[in-house]
């Protein structure tokens, strides 16, 4: 009986291990959803002159967060340059020098979209054309140094399979 059980689950284990190592080596599984967003440390000052430099020569799409628009909050800077970013980086590339802004933004993957204002996803975007680096001028350092929220969580699901593979053995 417990050959037959064994049988059957070995063939379906090793495949299920094959998946979750080509998803914790980026080859595989589902795509996240990701969004640039300011920074909750970022200095105001910074902020606004990424936010100036993002609605003017950077090209975003500012209308929603003027006076009037779904994501106008003139008290939260912190919310408004995080749409302008937002639309920037889906616009130009989705990488991580599109996220940058004088290192006054991150990518992340919890939702910043609030009450009415939504924020369109990397999944929602079909552009993928990168045409520069995000800078307000003052600073072209990159993410690399800084706390992105987004990750793989394939190397869990590999130990998973391994607890899964001790006890087959058992």
């Not at 799409?61 to 800077?77: N, T």
């Not at 929602?124 to 800078?135: L, R």
Request: hydrophobic fraction near 40%.
């Amino acid at each position: 009986m417990l050959s037959g059980i064994f049988a059957w689950a070995l063939p379906f284990f090793l495949i299920s291990l094959m998946s979750a190592v080509a998803e914790a080596q980026g080859g595989g599984g589902a795509a996240r959803e990701l969004w640039c967003v300011a920074k909750n440390n970022a200095e105001d000052a910074a902020l606004q002159s990424a936010l100036d430099w993002t609605c003017g020569p950077g090209g975003a799409d500012c209308g929603p967060i003027q006076e009037g628009g779904p994501c106008y909050d003139a008290s939260d800077l912190q919310r408004t340059a995080s749409f302008a970013f937002n639309d920037y980086y889906l616009k130009h590339g989705l990488s991580d020098e599109s996220c940058n802004f004088g290192n006054t933004a991150a990518l992340t993957s919890l939702n910043p979209s609030h009450n009415n204002c939504k924020f369109p996803s990397s999944l929602s975007s079909g552009n993928g054309n990168f045409s520069g680096a995000a800078t307000d001028g003052s600073d072209t350092s990159d993410l690399s140094s800084n706390t992105s929220i987004a990750y793989h969580s394939g190397w869990g699901s590999i130990a998973i399979h391994l607890l899964f593979a001790v006890l087959l053995i058992l």
